[in-house]
């Protein structure tokens, strides 16, 4: 089965260094939530997150957001055609199951990895929907075995979206950076057998996705 990960993606709980900051105790208090198991978003949080390291790939969930509803919504998805997996910035992994039906609110999807984050499972009466658990992007690579791994990234050779999937074997894996700015870090290009770039300039990650599903769909249905 063909596997798209959403690498070193913007999407944690508030870091414990930040949680007593002024702007963290203003959110808190302005929503009634606890900081310790709310998510990192900078358009609350800027402010605290001055000091963080690797700033500019963090407190972005929305991406995160966007990205799976341009993958998880679509016929192939449901069809069970290619596996959706997000590891975060801080080296955890998210498996999603094909019957997971994903919020379209921002606010639902914000509650629903809060809870993941602190249960672990979201399950269904019949099956495991998402569960999370630490893994490093290597690791990650290891339990899938792909035949090939694929990085999309302005520093990979020029290609087309066409060319690659038709290029792809059934067992590839294509890798999506899930964070707003900047490039994969060293241990995830290291485990790329392949970069390529599909455009002249950044793209975000749900445009990317959402055109890798679309050509995806074509080659496999026709």
Request: glycine content about 4%; overall charge neutral; aromatic content about 8%.
């Amino acid at each position: 089965m063909f596997t798209i990960i959403l690498a070193e993606s913007s999407l944690e709980l508030i870091p414990k260094q930040m949680q007593n900051h002024p702007s963290v105790s203003s959110y808190s208090k302005k929503f009634k939530k606890n900081p310790t198991k709310s998510l990192l978003d900078n358009s609350w949080h800027f402010a605290a997150m001055k000091d963080l390291d690797n700033e500019i790939k963090r407190g972005r969930p929305d991406i995160v957001h966007l990205t799976l509803l341009s993958l998880c919504t679509t016929p192939a998805f449901f069809d069970n055609k290619f596996k959706v997996y997000v590891h975060t910035i801080n080296d955890q992994v998210i498996s999603i199951s094909n019957n997971t039906r994903l919020p379209k609110s921002y606010h639902r999807f914000q509650g629903l990895m809060e809870k993941l984050f602190q249960t672990k499972i979201i399950e269904s009466p019949y099956e495991t929907l998402m569960k999370i658990e630490n893994l490093s992007m290597s690791e990650l690579i290891s339990e899938i075995k792909p035949d090939k791994v694929i990085g999309l990234t302005t520093k990979g050779k020029k290609s087309t979206l066409i060319d690659l999937v038709q290029g792809m074997d059934d067992n590839s894996c294509i890798i999506i950076g899930g964070f707003q700015k900047g490039h994969f870090s060293n241990e995830t290009e290291k485990i790329l057998d392949q970069s390529f770039s599909i455009n002249d300039r950044s793209l975000e990650a749900h445009l990317v996705a959402s055109r890798l599903a679309y050509e995806y769909e074509k080659t496999i249905f026709i």
